[in-house]
């Protein structure tokens, strides 16, 4: 199931051997995130995200508890296979609701 951590106690210090990785977050997702006025001061319109990947056992999902920690962002944890339901729309729905109904607060900054 979808989990929801509001603030993870992860660190980019708890991060091991991903230093090229940890270097592209920071500047991808988390200067965004802590200095907008920067991008509206040059005139470009920030990164609207990052997609991570590979297998597993990586330190995907620990980037980005570490990420979500240093921008008071909550992260959400979801399994993909979790979102492919028997019908069609289903996995939609789940997403949809955890937005609308979840301890998410409005405005909130998330890492999925």
Partial sequence: MMTVEEK????????????EQIEKMREVVELPMLHPEKFVKLG????????CYGPPGTGKTLLARAVANRTDACFIRVI????VQKYVG????????????GPLKEGMHCIL
């Fill in 90 to 101: 289903e996995g939609a729905r789940m997403v949809r609701e955890l937005f609308q109904d």
């Fill in 44 to 51: 470009i319109d920030p990164p609207k995200g990052v997609l």
């Fill in 8 to 19: 993870p106690d992860v660190t980019y210090n708890d991060v091991g051997g991903c230093k």
């Fill in 80 to 83: 993909g296979s979790e979102l």
